[in-house]
């Protein structure tokens, strides 16, 4: 969990931010840019919380030992 609510957070106001930056509500149909406008929000997401994958995942393989 400490990973997907940053995620979802993130993805959820990068993907506002791209369709601004990229102006995908100027025009009528922009399924190119709104395609566009997704994907970078994902890259932006996984960018940010890649770290607590990254713990989260370290700490499933280690010896429990370790943090005792």
């Known amino acids: 969990m400490a990973r997907v609510l940053p995620s979802a957070a993130i993805n959820y106001t990068a993907h506002e931010q791209w369709k601004r930056i990229l102006e995908t509500d100027k025009n009528e149909r922009t399924p ?37």
């Open 32 to 68: 190119g840019l709104r395609f566009m406008a997704g994907s970078l929000a994902g890259v932006t997401s996984a960018t940010f919380t890649y770290p607590l994958d990254l713990i989260r995942a370290r700490m499933a393989v280690t010896n429990k030992t370790m943090y005792v």
